[in-house]
């Protein structure tokens, strides 16, 4: 069973434009929300994370949207760069299991000059 | 401070050997986990330790075994080896009762034939 489920799979857009993906999870006992963005031959790296106790968080031109009762959360990218075309994973943990994460399947994004 | 690094980064087995893939954790860093990556899929949790014991395991069989020593280096091996065992291998280090965040290294790239 998906815990975490992602879409869409690929995404194209325009440099400047917003980059929305979004992701849906199972079970409500998850309490950590990471963002990690990863470029060809490299390791995923934490991009942004979330707690389920804020609705929202921004980090320069990144922003978590979290709705709880409807077991959601998004990633915005705003003013898209080339730089930014990678790939995007969701995730979420129990902290109490220490840092077992569940991973979405990940979102090709292409930024088109 | 030095990241996560990771031995070898690419290798060709057959069915039915076995293989080793190392991995050095970041400075200060108490836990490893292991990640198989499918080609275009998200990161999938073998195990972690912490401690020099297994402390979390995901849906792997016996067959992939772990070893973490003393200076918080850690060894994945796996037995019998199988077509579907082609994947990348990710090793992320992290702090237990840190903010949660896993600094993964660049991956082993391990080709079954």
């Known amino acids: 069973q998906q815990q975490v489920k992602q879409s869409p799979q690929s995404l194209i857009v325009q440099k400047g434009g917003i980059s929305i993906i979004n992701c849906a999870y199972e079970?409500?006992?998850?309490?950590?929300f990471p963002w990690y963005q990863q470029f060809p031959g490299k390791g995923p790296a934490l991009l942004i994370a979330i707690r389920p106790d804020v609705s929202e968080k921004k980090e320069g031109r990144f922003t978590i949207s979290f709705n709880k009762s409807a077991k959601q959360f998004s990633l915005h990218i705003m003013d898209s760069q080339p730089g930014d075309s990678a790939t995007y994973f969701c995730?979420?943990?129990?902290?109490?299991?220490?840092?077992?994460?569940?991973f979405g399947t990940g979102t090709s994004l292409t930024v088109i000059p | 401070e030095t990241g996560v690094t990771q031995s070898p980064t690419h290798l060709i087995k057959t069915r039915g050997q076995q293989v080793t893939l190392r991995c050095s954790s970041q400075?200060?860093?108490?836990?490893v986990s292991w990640y198989q990556q499918a080609l275009g899929q998200g990161p999938q949790f073998i195990f972690q330790y912490y401690r020099e014991e297994e402390n979390g395991r995901g849906n792997f069989p016996p067959r992939f075994s772990g070893l973490q020593f003393p200076n918080y280096s850690s060894e994945l091996n796996v037995n019998a080896l199988e077509l579907d065992d082609s994947a990348l291998y990710l090793c992320a280090s992290s702090l237990v009762g840190g903010p949660g965040e896993l600094f993964f290294g660049e991956g082993s790239r391990l080709t079954v034939l």
């Open positions: 079970n409500t006992a998850f309490d950590y």
């Open positions: 400075s200060g860093h108490n836990t």
């Open positions: 995730a979420a943990s129990f902290s109490n299991t220490g840092n077992q994460f569940y």
